[in-house]
């Protein structure tokens, strides 16, 4: 376990991997943690310099005050790689972590080897959707919200039958900080880059789940669209598609990354 102090923020990362092999960042989504990719880190390390990071607000990350943007959260991204003496990286980001990632193409490409984009939208959700989340957070707590979350991120047959795998990831957001729950919240709700994603010149993957009602196969679409180039994967899926079709998942981006 390691931390890096930059600016106003200390964030916790892990390193997996051959120091001398490209580096791959992963980024995590709204209420999960870096472990959210144990799975990938272990098959991708084999090839790459794998660096994982809890977003601020998130995990071990400490906890400034919100309301945060994605622009902040992009630019923690790349002081972290400055820090770590980084120049240029591939960057996989799923939902959050995937509008994090669109700032980074539109806004720090020199930055970008490649761009996947997992389960997200370049406008995901509405403000009535996020202001209601808050509230619940404010009032119950995590807890509160865990139920109705975990059903939008895997599918009903998932549930059944991996229910080990679906208690760790609830013990995940159900941990997660509230406060710095409800700032991310506030990125999220506040990122609209409909305008903006066909700026975005890095080689892209964009991934969607044909079961995610989050952010549905058509915002993934949308992306790929806009974005010249770009290709486009439907998995198997609800919103944690790399943890629920977790083997194609692994092998579509890791073949995309290599080749």
């Not at 991708?44 to 990071?53: A, D, E, G, N, P």
């Not at 996989?92 to 997992?118: D, E, F, T, Y």
């Not at 975005?200 to 010249?228: C, K, M």
Request: hydrophobic share 40%; glycine share 10%.
């Amino acid at each position: 376990m390691a931390f890096a102090e930059i600016g106003d923020v200390r964030i916790r990362y892990q390193w997996d991997g051959p120091e001398d092999a490209p580096a791959v960042v992963l980024s995590n989504s709204l209420g999960t943690d870096l472990t959210m990719w144990d799975t990938q880190a272990a098959a991708w390390s084999k090839k790459f310099h794998v660096l994982r990071y809890d977003t601020r607000g998130h995990g071990q990350s400490s906890v400034t005050p919100g309301p945060y943007s994605i622009q902040q959260l992009g630019c923690d991204v790349v002081a972290l790689i400055e820090a770590l003496g980084v120049e240029r990286v591939h960057f996989c980001g799923l939902s959050m972590g995937g509008q994090i990632g669109m700032w980074l193409g539109g806004n720090a490409p020199a930055r970008l080897h490649k761009l996947v984009l997992c389960n997200t939208g370049a406008k995901i959700g509405t403000p009535e959707l996020w202001g209601a989340r808050i509230e619940a957070v404010k009032s119950g707590g995590m807890k509160s919200i865990a139920p109705a979350v975990l059903e939008r991120w895997f599918t009903a047959g998932f549930r059944a039958t991996k229910a080990e795998t679906v208690a760790a990831v609830r013990k995940l957001l159900e941990d997660t900080n509230p406060e710095g729950y409800i700032a991310n919240c506030e990125a999220v709700r506040d990122f609209d880059y409909r305008e903006r994603v066909d700026k975005i010149a890095v080689p892209t993957l964009v991934i969607a789940g044909s079961a995610d009602p989050s952010t549905p196969p058509a915002d993934g679409r949308f992306i790929a669209e806009h974005i010249a180039g770009a290709s486009f994967v439907e998995l198997h899926a609800a919103h944690l598609s790399n943890i629920e079709d977790e083997a194609r998942f692994t092998k579509e981006v890791g073949d995309f990354l290599a080749g």
